[in-house]
């Protein structure tokens, strides 16, 4: 069961100049509300009057038992799963929200705005070299690799924790690298992280 969604923004140099933002020093921690998620073949959904609605393709870390204030040299152990996930956002909302000082929490966590794929074990998987690509429509949007974090995932469990109890269950989404784009009703997204899984979802 997901108590909370965790997210990472800012976490790949080059989306963040493409967003023209600044480089942060620690990590930007924002949530989605486990409302949010939906599975592999399930749409996604635009309310009416949103627009700019952007795709964002994630690793995600699955967290397999409790934890609390770890170190960074242990931090995976807590990790049990990965998962591909898609951090869907009303970039239009997430602007004023910016600039109007309030959280991205509306923009990002509409209903569907959270795919998640099937988990697949953690074991064995090197987290610091997954190739991330997002397809819309068969074409090539994003690609990546978790090498290119700012903040590596061991670092991002190890941050959070110290400030909050990570349950057993927990999703932990860890940026997104450069190429977003817009999806519109009638698109198809593809998200896939080779040697994770690959998430398809409709656009209505």
């Not at 933002?21 to 592999?40: G, H, R």
């Not at 509409?110 to 190739?131: C, H, K, Q, R, W």
């Not at 690609?143 to 932990?172: A, C, H, Q, R, W």
């Amino acid at each position: 069961m997901i108590s909370k969604v965790v997210c990472i923004g800012w976490n790949y140099k080059r989306h963040i100049a493409e967003l023209n933002s600044e480089l942060p020093t620690e990590p930007t921690v924002f949530f989605k509300p486990p409302s949010c998620i939906i599975s592999d073949g399930d749409n996604i959904v635009i309310p009416e009057g949103v627009t700019n609605v952007q795709h964002e393709v994630e690793l995600a870390l699955v967290i397999g038992r409790r934890c609390r204030n770890v170190s960074e040299s242990e931090a995976m152990d807590y990790v049990s799963h990965l998962a591909v996930f898609n951090d869907v956002t009303a970039r239009d909302m997430q602007h004023v929200a910016r600039d109007a000082g309030n959280t991205w929490c509306l923009s990002k966590g509409m209903d569907t705005f959270g795919p998640l794929s099937e988990y697949v074990s953690a074991d064995g998987i090197d987290v610091n070299n997954l190739d991330l690509e997002l397809y819309v429509n068969g074409e090539l949007k994003q690609k990546g690799n978790t090498g290119d974090m700012i903040f590596t995932p061991s670092f991002i469990v190890s941050y959070v924790s110290k400030y909050m109890t990570l349950e057993e269950g927990d999703v932990i989404a860890t940026g997104t690298p450069e190429g977003i784009s817009e999806i519109r009703k009638g698109d198809v997204v593809r998200a896939v992280i080779k040697g994770v899984g690959e998430l398809t979802n409709p656009v209505l």
